[in-house]
T-cell receptor
Framework: KAGVTQTPRYLIKTRGQQVTLSCSPI?????VSWYQQTPGQGLQFLFE???????NKGNFPGRFSGRQFSNSRSEMNVSTLELGDSALYLC??????????????FGSGTQLSVL | AQKVTQAQTEISVVEKEDVTLDCVYE???????LFWYKQPPSGELVFLIR??????QNEISGRYSWNFQKSTSSFNFTITASQVVDSAVYFC??????????????FGKGTLLTVNP
């Protein structure tokens, strides 16, 4: 069974540009969430999607957005990039069973560098 | 608000030593789950264990063991007879049961464990 796939693995952009990151969840998983990882702030929750609906959003500016498609694949977009957006962006998927303890499966991330 | 604190930023040990990674959490939820994840240099977070708030039994899995104590809001992780392959960043995380917190993990800042040969 394939794991969570994130593309691209590395990305270099300049300030002011926009970027789109892609995530394909494990087959059968319907929940996809995104996290930003930086040395200073650690792992921070961005948003979570289920059945194409955003169920929860973290404390990030509106420049960060996402969506989920009918096949559960997800994309996140960051517009007007700032230097501080440089980070490892991790995607995670889960089955979203009623079990609160449903574990998340993470991809290897997209390393974004903003110059 | 939920919070997870991993006070140890970095730990360095020599192979075969035992090492304990500390995790302290805060939550107002009565139902919640605690997790430990391992992040090797490849970047992918690897699930290690989960424990719900009603199950305070300690767990052992091979060289790994976990001690959950609600009285002190701690969920500590011990590696016995550490090996070089255990070198990684370890994260403790909390998932609450209400207010949307059930859809996200709140992570600690992580502990970088280096096991030297």
């Amino acid at each position: 069974k394939a794991g969570v796939t994130q593309t691209p693995r590395y990305l270099i952009k300049t300030r002011g540009q926009q970027v789109t990151l892609s995530c394909s969840p494990i087959s059968g998983h319907r929940s996809v969430s995104w996290y930003q990882q930086t040395p200073g702030q650690g792992l921070q929750f961005l948003f979570e999607y289920f059945s194409e609906t955003q169920r929860n959003k973290g404390n990030f500016p509106g420049r960060f957005s996402g969506r989920q498609f009918s096949n559960s694949r997800s994309e996140m977009n960051v517009s007007t990039l700032e230097l501080g957006d440089s980070a490892l962006y991790l995607c995670a998927s889960s089955r979203d069973s009623p079990d609160l303890g449903e574990k998340l499966f993470f991809g290897s991330g997209t390393q974004l560098s903003v110059l | 608000a939920q919070k997870v604190t991993q006070a140890q930023t970095e730990i360095s040990v020599v192979e075969k030593e035992d090492v304990t990674l500390d995790c302290v959490y805060e939550t107002r939820d009565t139902t919640y789950y605690l997790f430990w994840y391992k992040q090797p240099p490849s970047g992918e977070l690897v699930f290690l264990i989960r424990r719900n708030s009603f199950d305070e039994q300690n767990e052992i899995s091979g060289r790994y063991s976990w001690n959950f104590q609600k009285s002190t809001s701690s969920f500590n992780f011990t590696i016995t007879a550490s090996q070089v392959v255990d070198s990684a960043v370890y994260f403790c995380a909390l998932k609450g049961g209400s207010g949307g917190s059930n859809y996200k993990l709140t992570f600690g800042k992580g502990t970088l464990l280096t096991v030297n040969p």
